[in-house]
Nanobody
Framework: VQLQASGGGLVQPGGSLRLSCAASRHTLDYYAIGWFRQAPGKEREGVSCISSSDGSIYYEDTVKGRFTISRDNAKKTVYLQMNSLNPEDTSVYYC??????????????????WGKGTLVTVSS
């Protein structure tokens, strides 16, 4: 599965962005998709995940209520709507796909395929 993340950019605090993760060649129907982010000098962390089967959704605590993940399998795309952004959200954001079930959705090692990241900068 080839993934491409897009939609990053510069936004002021309090603003919004919508990231997209598009798959080429293959359907996303059978994959759980996770969004991760990595700030300079920090480890990659899981932000959100949406399952392939029952549509279960997970969020990291600091983004709950601000970020919304969704998927459109027909368009082979997963979205991450990010609202009320703050400078701490500044990171390179990555999407990733996994075909197996896990109890640890936020562990990068659980994912099989990764897209190139898209930079989100929150600054005034």
């Amino acid at each position: 599965v080839q993934l491409q993340a897009s939609g990053g950019g510069l936004v002021q605090p309090g603003g919004s962005l919508r990231l997209s993760c598009a798959a080429s060649r293959h359907t996303l129907d059978y994959y759980a998709i996770g969004w991760f982010r990595q700030a300079p000098g920090k480890e990659r962390e899981g932000v959100s995940c949406i399952s392939s089967s029952d549509g279960s959704i997970y969020y990291e605590d600091t983004v709950k209520g601000r970020f919304t993940i969704s998927r459109d399998n027909a368009k082979k795309t997963v979205y991450l709507q990010m609202n009320s952004l703050n400078p701490e959200d500044t990171s390179v954001y990555y999407c990733a796909a996994r075909s197996s079930w896990t109890t640890n959705w936020g562990a990068a090692s659980e994912y099989d395929y990764w897209g190139k990241g898209t930079l989100v900068t929150v600054s005034s």
